[in-house]
């Protein structure tokens, strides 16, 4: 089974820049597609974007779109979270989370219940 681990979470302005990293190890060579989601405090867990792994597809929540880049390294198993002019409602838990399963057409899959491997989450906190 596939371990994510996340980092780079913390706390900025309103306006400034995080980059969380999701590192997995195990047998990795099988992810189809990663995602981050995101859950703030008393609300459902909500999807950010995804990347396809083997071509670096991606597709974005219409709420980050434009700000928020997702981006991979296969060599390190790595998955990537840049975010820039970061607002207070981007204040939330990230989580990575993998896909072994492939889609029709190469679709990118936006469901929670498509992931299977999930990390721990990393805190981003954006302050006025």
């Known amino acids: 089974q596939v371990q994510l681990l996340e980092s780079g979470g913390g706390l900025v302005q309103a306006g400034g820049s995080l980059r969380l990293s999701c590192a997995a190890s195990?047998?990795?060579?099988?992810?189809?597609?990663m995602a981050w989601f995101r859950q703030a405090p008393g609300k459902e867990r909500e999807f950010v974007g995804a990347?396809?792994?083997?071509?670096?597809?991606?597709y974005y929540a219409d709420s980050v779109k434009g700000r928020f880049t997702i981006s991979r390294d296969n060599a390190k198993s790595t998955l990537y979270l840049q975010m820039n002019s970061l607002k207070i409602e981007d204040t939330a838990l990230y989580s990575c989370?993998?896909?072994?399963?492939?889609?029709?057409?190469?679709?990118?899959?936006?469901?929670?219940?498509?992931?299977?491997?999930w990390g721990q989450g990393t805190q981003g906190t954006v302050s006025s």
């Open positions: 990347i396809r792994w083997f071509d670096g597809g991606t």
């Open positions: 989370a993998s896909s072994n399963f492939g889609r029709p057409n190469f679709a990118i899959p936006t469901s929670d219940s498509a992931y299977s491997n």
């Open positions: 195990g047998p990795t060579s099988g992810i189809y597609a």
